[in-house]
Structure formats: structure tokens, C-alpha cells
């Protein structure tokens, strides 16, 4: 029994089941003791610190899932894509004209963080069968926020004006990563995640009208 799957599938179940946004993350005193000793970057791309974090909210609440621990710019990498964190993403070379969206790779989904499927086989080789394993990728939308604007800022400016200016280029490049996120989506599936989730952090930075223009399509391909 996997009260969560059930739940997923429009099934009745004996009571809601419950997992947390960032459960394994900073409010566990864990992982801030991980933290004095390794970098964001070393613990989500090091596959066995990444499931060992994944795994510490079991120790103190009995979850119905375990989303593994990872980034959104994860994946990034095997796009062609160089960054870092500062604290938050920045990324090196920010796209913002063809030029950058051309040498976007299209990589093979075997090459797309392998860490993070790693990670997945680690998690759902840990925790019994009626824990669901969660896995996740970065909206089309929220990685070109990162992508045009090269760090995240208040409002995007940058990312706002490449939209107005550049709707055909931005539309380009959501394409390029509504596909490789698919894919990486299913790699997580096949490694074990039970389920996966869209994260679209700034979505809220678009009218309604033109989040049905510009990125529901996009996620619809997905």
C-alpha cells in the first residue's frame, strides 16, 4: 500500500498522506551539522551525502514520501550549461540571443545528472515500498529565469525584457528545455522515483493570460 500513489490516482484512502516541501533541508539540525562540513553543491551532486539527507526526516517523522534531494540546475550541466552557487544559482555565461540558445546541447538523458539518478536508486533502494520516492526538474520557465537572467533578482528584469523583445527566441529555447526535462523526468522514473513534480518557482512573475501563452504548451509537450 502507497497511500501517496493512491491519492495520485484519484483512489479513496484511509487518511491523507503527508510529505513536506524541503523536508530534508535546513530545518532539520542534521543536516545543518552536514553543512559546516560540505558545500550545497557537494551535498546534492555527491550521491551517497545527497541520499543520506534525503533519508533524515525519516529518523524523526514517519513521511508517506521521500523526495530526493537535489537542484533544479542540476541537469544543466549536460546542456552545456556552467554555474555555481552564490548563495543561490548564477550562471556563467547568461543566454540572451541565438547564439546562446544554439549551443544549448541536446544531451542523451543518461548523461543528465547522473548523480541525481543515482540518488534515486539510493533513496528507493532505502525506504520501504509504502514510501513513495519523489523525484523533480526545474520548469522550462523558472530555468530560463535563471538562464537569461543569470542569478536570481528581484522581478527579472532582464528575463522580462528577453520575453517582450525575444518571444520567438525565448519560445526556442523553452522548447529545448521542456525536452531535456522530459527526459530526465523519465530517467528518474526508471531509476525508481515513484512519482515526479514540476517545479515552476517563477511562475507568479506572469499574468495568467500569458503563463497560458508562453508556458503552458511547453509543459503540456512535457
Known sequence: MNLLLEAIRGEPVARRPLWIMRQAGRCLPEY????????????????ELAAEVSLLPFKRFPFDAAIVFADIMSPLPA???????????????????????????????GEMAPEVIETVRAVRGAVPAEVAVLGFC???WTLAAYLVEGRGVKDFPTLRAFAAAEPDLLDALLAK????????LIAQARAGADA???FDSWAGLLSLADWQRLIRPHLESM
Open 32 to 47: 545543518r551539522a552536514l553543512r559546516q562540513s560540505h558545500s550545497f553543491k557537494a551535498l546534492s551532486g555527491t550521491p
Open 79 to 109: 546542456l552545456g550549461v556552467d554555474f555555481d552557487f552564490a548563495p543561490g544559482p548564477v550562471v556563467a555565461d547568461p543566454i540572451r540571443d541565438p547564439s546562446g540558445v544554439d549551443r544549448l546541447r541536446s544531451p542523451d538523458p
Open 138 to 140: 526545474g520548469a522550462p
Open 177 to 184: 528545455l521542456s525536452d531535456a526535462m522530459a527526459a530526465y
Open 196 to 198: 515526479v513534480q514540476v
